[in-house]
């Protein structure tokens, strides 16, 4: 089985759930933005988590993934998403 380190839109049964409230239009947008999006924001993520490793050290981000960084980034990038 694969885990959400191969596919920013995965998500564990209620992950998210006190993340954020979109809205379901938003909601799709967004997971139509990752999936366009996927190959950029595995990139970004892999430069965020190797730069972060070298200041912080290896417990930089443990508990996040790749769909929350995903998640952060659309949110906070998008108009309207907040």
């Not at 933005?33 to 972060?52: A, H, P």
């Not at 981000?61 to 790749?66: A, E, K, N, V, Y």
């Amino acid at each position: 089985m694969s885990d959400d380190s191969d596919d920013p839109d995965y998500r564990e049964s209620s992950a998210d759930e006190d993340e954020d409230e979109l809205p379901p239009s938003m909601a799709r947008d967004r997971a139509q933005w990752t999936v366009e999006n996927q190959d950029v924001i595995g990139e970004l993520y892999r430069m965020f988590k190797d730069s972060g490793s070298i200041v912080f050290g290896g417990a930089f981000f443990q508990t996040g993934s790749i769909t929350a960084f995903a998640h952060f980034i659309y949110r906070y990038t998008s108009p309207g998403a907040d």
